[in-house]
């Protein structure tokens, strides 16, 4: 499983979809980005494979970052890219 996480402007929270496939994760992580590069603000229009009724739409010029991710099938948890304080 693959996730595609958006961060949004001024919004502490960001929004995902997910994807079984490589294939169909990185076609979508390449509309978003394509979606950027163009500078012209649009409505993306996003769907989840995993949960069939879970639908997104953002409007491009409030996107902060993107990034795609797999999802660990071991694991109940996920462990996300980047930085993690660990201790205190």
């Given at each position: 499983?693959?996730?595609?996480?958006?961060?949004?402007?001024?919004?502490?929270?960001?929004?995902?979809?997910?994807?079984?496939?490589?294939?169909?994760?990185?076609?979508?992580?390449?509309?978003?980005?394509?979606?950027l590069?163009?500078?012209q603000?649009?409505?993306?229009?996003?769907?989840?494979?995993?949960?069939?009724?879970?639908?997104?739409?953002?409007?491009?010029?409030?996107?902060?970052?993107?990034?795609?991710?797999?999802?660990?099938?071991g694991?109940?948890?996920?462990?996300?890219?980047?930085?993690?304080?660990?201790?205190?």
């Amino acid at each position: 499983m693959y996730i595609l996480e958006i961060s949004l402007k001024f919004t502490p929270m960001p929004v995902s979809v997910q994807r079984k496939e490589a294939e169909a994760a990185q076609a979508a992580y390449q509309q978003v980005v394509e979606a950027l590069r163009s500078g012209q603000p649009s409505v993306l229009e996003l769907h989840c494979e995993f949960q069939a009724e879970k639908k997104l739409a953002v409007l491009t010029s409030e996107i902060a970052s993107v990034q795609l991710y797999e999802k660990s099938g071991g694991s109940a948890t996920v462990k996300r890219p980047g930085f993690a304080v660990i201790g205190e």
